[in-house]
């Protein structure tokens, strides 16, 4: 299993599996690329439940990435 979310479980396909059936190996960088999207996506639709103390974990995450990144606000 990859991850559980709630009351979700998310599965994933091992690396021989995706060989197997033909789908295209995902360096680690990119899966993470990619899991961080689908967390951030889960965040932003479950922004309204969220307590602060957590919502201001999440702004300081955002302050570091948009530094990192460069990013004029």
Same mark, same amino acid.
């Given at each position: 299993? +990859?991850? &559980? %979310? /709630? @009351?979700?479980? #998310? #599965? %994933?396909?091992?690396?021989? /599996?995706?060989? *197997?059936? /033909?789908?295209?190996?995902? $360096?680690?960088? @990119? +899966?993470? &690329? =990619?899991? *961080?999207?689908?967390? +951030?996506?889960?965040?932003?639709? =479950?922004? $309204? &439940?969220? =307590? %602060? &103390? $957590?919502?201001?974990?999440?702004?300081?995450?955002?302050?570091?990435?948009?530094? @990192? +990144? /460069?990013?004029?606000?």
């Amino acid at each position: 299993m +990859a991850r &559980v %979310e /709630g @009351t979700k479980k #998310y #599965y %994933e396909i091992t690396d021989s /599996g995706k060989a *197997f059936i /033909g789908l295209p190996s995902i $360096d680690k960088t @990119t +899966a993470a &690329v =990619n899991d *961080f999207v689908s967390l +951030a996506r889960y965040i932003i639709d =479950n922004w $309204d &439940v969220l =307590n %602060e &103390v $957590d919502r201001n974990r999440i702004r300081d995450v955002i302050r570091d990435l948009i530094k @990192t +990144a /460069g990013i004029q606000c």
